[in-house]
């Protein structure tokens, strides 16, 4: 795959038999053994997900709290050390530039995390807004390597490491969306209780050196409690059993975050961000859009951008679907026009009305508390 960028676990995941596909200019390992292996072993066990193709972009300096304010929805400022908020970053339309985790790493200390997909546009943002004095950037994005442990053992196989077997005490004590930092071999390392699947998980933030002998790591230490690599297809049915958003499905440049159904994460009262204007006046006139759980209850599977009808009338689009492995039924999300009531929909499917019904937010509740994600406010 000539021209793809590789990570520090590429020559695993190929000497492994991975499948390896393009993914936002990575060459990245979609499954293993399968996806619905793999989906089974992140729910019952644990799995390893190489993500290293997501962006670290780190902020510091006595300007970065009130800056990175500014330019997305949620609130950081006055946080915690140690705190990670998920945010929308916008246009001035309100339009979602990125979805992204912000960590607290120190008083003046701040770590971005952005999709892979919209790396280059985001690091450009920041710079474009970005104050003469008081703020310094860093992308460490192509230095920094990104291993996530998830499923309900996840907590146990991070205890394990031999690196950080002296502060089980702080892993156990995390609470989601908490994260701290601690030394590790080339340089240091970050460990968040964070996670896209819905279970009980860790994401591992460390330079490229340290990365193959920690996965192997664990990969050994973890082969009692049937621990397994997981590939990005796996990761997207997991996600999508819980609802989370995924950038250029629920969410986009197009798409507000209200319509996304992640109004929870747009603070409408803060002083000033990017997009909030144009976001208040959408809150004030009425949402147009809805994102909605629909169950397909005829024959098919309902893709991205399959046509969604409602009394022989064009009303949305399907944003993600697939036949969900633990639910063992055909599901979608649908992007929909607002007044469009609750029950039964058509899905246009390769050119044949399929029928559907809307179902109850999320699919599959998320097994961690407090989770923000698994919060929604519908319009």
Known sequence: MAGLKTTPLTAWHRAKGAKMVPYAGYEMPVQYEGVLAEHAAV???????DITHMGEIFVDGPGAEAWLDSLVTNRVAGGPVG?????AMCKADGGVLDDMLIYRL?????????????????????KKHLPATGVKMDDRSEATALIAVQGPDSRELMGRLARLANLRDDIAALDFYTAFTCPGVTGE?????????????????LPNADALAVWEELMVRGADLG???????????????????????ELGEDITPLEAGIGWAVKLKKEAFTGL?????QQAAGVPRKLVCLEVTGRGIARQDARVLWQGRDVGYVTSGT???TLK????????????????????IRGKGVEARTTAFPFLSARVKGDPRAERKLP
């Not at 729910?43 to 997900?49: A, M, Q």
């Not at 008083?107 to 920041?126: P, T």
């Not at 204007?277 to 006046?281: G, I, K, N, P, V």
């Open 43 to 49: 729910r019952e066990r644990v799995g390893l997900f």
């Open 83 to 87: 705190k990670v908020v998920y945010n």
């Open 106 to 126: 120190g008083a003046e200390n701040w770590l971005v995390v952005c999709n892979a997909a919209n790396h280059d546009k985001i690091a450009a943002w920041l």
């Open 189 to 205: 390392w970050i460990v968040s209780r964070t996670g896209y699947t819905g279970e009980h998980g860790y994401e591992l933030y």
């Open 227 to 249: 621990v397994a690599p997981i590939g990005l297809a796996a990761r997207d049915t997991l996600r999508f059993e819980v609802c989370y958003c995924l950038y250029g499905h």
């Open 277 to 281: 204007e144009a976001l208040r006046a």
């Open 323 to 325: 036949f969900s492995p």
């Open 329 to 348: 039924k055909p599901l979608a999300l649908a992007l929909v026009e607002t007044a469009v009531p609750a029950g039964e929909v058509m899905i246009d």
